[in-house]
């Protein structure tokens, strides 16, 4: 079983970049799509960004798009979150996850299916 964990957060001003990257004990990511998600107080779960096992399919959110690009490193075993431009909206904990496919990870909304989280706070 894979267990996912992210790191990369911080705090950055509005119009700043942050890379977030997500790794894995256990199984690697080799064979598996990886997806992030993010959550802000108050407020639910929303799908940010996943890549299929391939590395050649991509999905995102309409919030990021244009603003973020995700990518995997397989010999590395780390997917990666690029975020470009970032707005106070965009503050949140940060969460991937692995799964066979990236419509499949968009259907899990349960804490335990998640890392543990990093924290994204963009000050405006």
């Known amino acids: 079983q894979v267990q996912p964990a992210e790191s990369g957060g911080g705090l950055v001003q509005a119009g700043g970049s942050l890379r977030l990257s997500c790794g894995a004990s256990g199984r690697t990511f080799d064979y598996l799509a990886v997806g992030w998600s993010r959550q802000a107080p108050g407020k639910e779960r929303e799908f940010v960004a996943g890549?299929?096992?391939?590395?050649?399919?991509?999905h995102y959110a309409e919030s990021v798009k244009g603003r973020f690009t995700i990518s995997r490193d397989n010999a590395k075993g780390t997917v990666f979150l690029q975020m470009n431009n970032l707005k106070p909206a965009d503050t949140a904990v940060y969460y991937c996850?692995?799964?066979?496919?990236?419509?499949?990870?968009?259907?899990?909304?349960?804490?335990?299916?998640w890392g543990p989280g990093t924290q994204v706070t963009v000050s405006s």
């Open positions: 996850a692995a799964d066979s496919t990236v419509a499949t990870i968009t259907r899990r909304l349960e804490n335990a299916y």
């Open positions: 890549i299929e096992a391939s590395g050649a399919v991509m």
